[in-house]
């Protein structure tokens, strides 16, 4: 027998199965592949949860204000959160490790003919992925992923192949795939930098399971987001002044502080400082990333420690594969899990063939469907002659392509009839998009507005409203930014208004 890589198999010289059949024994090598990609992942998202709980522990412990707070930070030490968290990693990095082993093995197995040469210029490659995890500091967990998920993938697929004797069935297997190549083609003029945003606007927050789907990302996304993200991408950092000497402590407390990098005079801080003669010395994890005068240093801090933070940065790759996957790893997962459970739907269907052909076309027509509902609503011509037609429309998705040309225009949104209407909409997307229009409104009850928008139910609309406040630079409501952080129970609500204080000019201050 031999396979497809839409997860089909063949028995050539014997009576063919149907092909829903057939398709464990090859969907087999990618659970396999996300079973060890959940595992491992949940791992390193524990390991990164414990660590920065302690960071954050100590954070609390020298006075700073906590991000997250403690209650949240308590649930860092919790096994779920950090299983919840790794959902997001064995959804993209974990699919795309799969998929790309199973099309690896495809080719070489069934183009190739287990051509040694081939065998060992993958496992070149495949070596060139350690290289590249572990290009600035060893990262075992990290390295395991990439590892065992491969590994894991063709030993399955080895163990559960037979050879064939005849290749002339692999072209009539390329139907399986012409569906997702014609899909990629005809989505990607959709690709831009709004089709992540306008994919949660117009399918998951238009639906009740849509819904929970937004929600579960926003509320664990940034467990595993912790374990990558650099010094530059966090709302603050730690860092160990205790080698200094007391009176250039204090003067670098001050300066790194003003930028988010907080003493708490430990060890396993992200960033420890000393000094050499006239010269600072950044340490991360123990190793040297940079080194420069103290003059130079206090003359531009966020110069040096955007260089520091580009040098201590160990997760480039693994953040670029992760991305790499999510964009075309979890596309392919989700269209093959379509497809195969449509072939067990049609089941009683005993001839392969009409199972595939009315499968294939079926998942390709979804796909399609998807597309033209998803380019309708984005399609919404605005100009400013028919702006205040678009904003009164009956059609929330008109409303919300009126918002964004409000905001790309920073036209003053509450000057229109419609403006009080949208506040109460029962669209998520659309009170999402006026609570980021309302930062360039100059009517004195905007800011009331965006305050009222702090007890939105929805933590996306929470998010964005926090942002308007910071940016409109009206220093009163630091005291109302900081109880909205004290009292959610969102993280990600938390870390937007923390950057909206920032926003207004509040620094961080020790009051241990």
């Given at each position: 027998?031999?396979?497809?890589?839409?997860?089909?198999?063949?028995?050539?010289?014997?009576?063919?199965?149907?092909?829903?059949?057939?398709?464990?024994?090859?969907?087999?090598?990618?659970?396999?592949?996300?079973?060890?990609?959940?595992?491992?992942?949940t791992?390193?998202?524990?390991r990164?949860?414990?660590?920065?709980?302690?960071?954050?522990?100590?954070?609390?412990?020298?006075?700073y204000?906590?991000?997250?707070?403690?209650?949240?930070?308590d649930?860092?030490?919790?096994?779920?959160?950090?299983?919840?968290?790794?959902?997001?990693?064995?959804?993209?990095?974990?699919?795309?490790?799969?998929?790309?082993?199973?099309?690896?093995?495809?080719?070489?197995?069934?183009?190739?003919?287990?051509?040694?040469?081939?065998?060992?210029?993958?496992?070149?490659?495949?070596?060139?992925?350690?290289?590249?995890v572990?290009?600035?500091?060893?990262?075992?967990?990290?390295?395991?992923?990439?590892?065992?998920?491969?590994?894991?993938?063709?030993?399955?697929?080895?163990?559960?192949?037979?050879?064939?004797?005849?290749l002339?069935?692999?072209r009539?297997?390329?139907?399986?795939?012409?569906?997702?190549a014609?899909?990629?083609?005809?989505?990607?003029?959709?690709?831009?930098?709004?089709?992540?945003?306008?994919?949660?606007?117009h399918?998951?927050?238009?639906?009740?399971?849509g819904?929970?789907?937004?929600?579960?990302?926003?509320?664990?996304?940034?467990?595993?987001?912790?374990?990558?993200?650099?010094?530059?991408?966090?709302?603050?950092?730690?860092?160990?002044?205790?080698?200094?000497?007391?009176g250039l402590?204090?003067?670098?407390?001050?300066?790194?502080?003003?930028?988010?990098?907080?003493?708490?005079?430990?060890?396993?801080?992200?960033?420890?400082?000393?000094?050499?003669?006239?010269?600072?010395?950044f340490?991360?994890?123990?190793?040297?990333?940079?080194?420069?005068?103290?003059?130079?240093?206090?003359n531009?801090?966020?110069?040096?420690?955007?260089?520091?933070?580009?040098?201590?940065?160990?997760?480039?790759?693994?953040?670029?594969?992760?991305?790499?996957?999510?964009?075309?790893?979890?596309?392919?997962?989700?269209?093959?899990?379509?497809?195969?459970?449509?072939?067990?739907?049609?089941?009683?269907?005993?001839?392969?063939?009409?199972?595939?052909?009315?499968?294939?076309?079926?998942?390709?027509?979804?796909?399609?469907?998807?597309?033209?509902?998803?380019?309708?609503?984005?399609?919404?011509?605005?100009?400013?002659?028919?702006?205040?037609?678009?904003?009164?429309?009956?059609?929330?998705?008109?409303?919300?392509?009126?918002?964004?040309?409000?905001?790309?225009?920073?036209?003053?949104?509450?000057?229109?009839?419609?403006?009080?209407?949208?506040?109460?909409?029962?669209?998520?997307?659309?009170?999402?998009?006026?609570?980021?229009a309302?930062?360039?409104?100059?009517s004195?009850?905007?800011?009331?507005?965006l305050?009222?928008?702090?007890n939105?139910?929805?933590?996306?609309?929470?998010?964005?409203?926090?942002?308007?406040?910071?940016?409109?630079?009206?220093?009163?409501?630091?005291?109302?930014?900081?109880?909205?952080?004290?009292q959610?129970?969102?993280?990600?609500?938390?870390?937007?208004?923390?950057?909206?204080?920032?926003?207004?000019?509040?620094?961080?201050?020790?009051?241990?």
């Amino acid at each position: 027998m031999l396979f497809d890589i839409s997860g089909h198999i063949f028995f050539v010289g014997d009576k063919v199965a149907p092909a829903y059949r057939d398709s464990w024994p090859v969907l087999r090598p990618l659970v396999a592949g996300l079973c060890v990609s959940q595992l491992v992942a949940t791992l390193l998202v524990y390991r990164s949860n414990r660590l920065h709980h302690y960071l954050f522990e100590k954070v609390h412990e020298a006075g700073y204000v906590t991000v997250p707070s403690p209650p949240i930070m308590d649930s860092l030490l919790s096994v779920f959160p950090a299983f919840h968290g790794a959902v997001l990693f064995t959804l993209s990095l974990g699919a795309g490790l799969s998929l790309f082993s199973m099309a690896a093995f495809w080719v070489w197995d069934r183009w190739l003919e287990q051509n040694r040469r081939c065998f060992f210029a993958l496992l070149v490659m495949w070596a060139g992925c350690f290289i590249a995890v572990n290009a600035k500091g060893i990262r075992p967990l990290v390295t395991l992923y990439f590892a065992l998920v491969p590994a894991v993938v063709w030993f399955t697929l080895n163990r559960w192949k037979r050879r064939a004797q005849n290749l002339k069935r692999f072209r009539a297997g390329l139907y399986h795939i012409l569906p997702i190549a014609f899909l990629a083609v005809v989505w990607m003029p959709q690709m831009d930098r709004h089709l992540f945003v306008d994919i949660r606007d117009h399918i998951l927050l238009s639906s009740a399971m849509g819904q929970k789907i937004n929600d579960f990302y926003y509320r664990y996304t940034l467990y595993p987001a912790y374990v990558f993200k650099t010094f530059d991408q966090k709302i603050y950092n730690t860092c160990d002044l205790s080698l200094l000497e007391e009176g250039l402590a204090g003067i670098l407390r001050k300066r790194l502080a003003a930028r988010d990098f907080l003493d708490i005079r430990d060890e396993r801080a992200d960033l420890q400082i000393e000094s050499a003669g006239k010269n600072l010395v950044f340490r991360c994890r123990g190793k040297t990333v940079f080194n420069c005068p103290i003059e130079t240093f206090l003359n531009d801090p966020a110069d040096t420690l955007s260089i520091v933070s580009k040098s201590a940065d160990s997760n480039r790759f693994f953040r670029w594969a992760t991305f790499i996957s999510l964009v075309f790893g979890f596309p392919i997962l989700i269209y093959l899990l379509v497809y195969q459970s449509m072939c067990f739907i049609l089941r009683t269907l005993s001839k392969r063939d009409k199972v595939q052909g009315i499968v294939s076309g079926t998942c390709f027509l979804m796909g399609l469907a998807t597309l033209i509902a998803f380019s309708h609503h984005r399609a919404t011509e605005v100009t400013e002659q028919n702006f205040e037609a678009v904003i009164a429309s009956d059609r929330w998705q008109d409303r919300v392509a009126g918002l964004k040309f409000a905001i790309d225009r920073k036209t003053d949104i509450a000057r229109f009839g419609t403006y009080s209407e949208m506040l109460n909409s029962h669209h998520i997307p659309e009170r999402y998009w006026l609570a980021r229009a309302l930062r360039f409104s100059r009517s004195s009850s905007a800011t009331a507005d965006l305050a009222a928008l702090l007890n939105d139910p929805q933590p996306n609309v929470v998010c964005m409203a926090l942002q308007s406040l910071g940016a409109r630079r009206d220093r009163r409501f630091v005291r109302v930014i900081l109880e909205t952080i004290e009292q959610s129970k969102n993280w990600y609500v938390q870390w937007y208004g923390y950057k909206a204080m920032r926003k207004l000019g509040w620094v961080q201050k020790n009051s241990a």
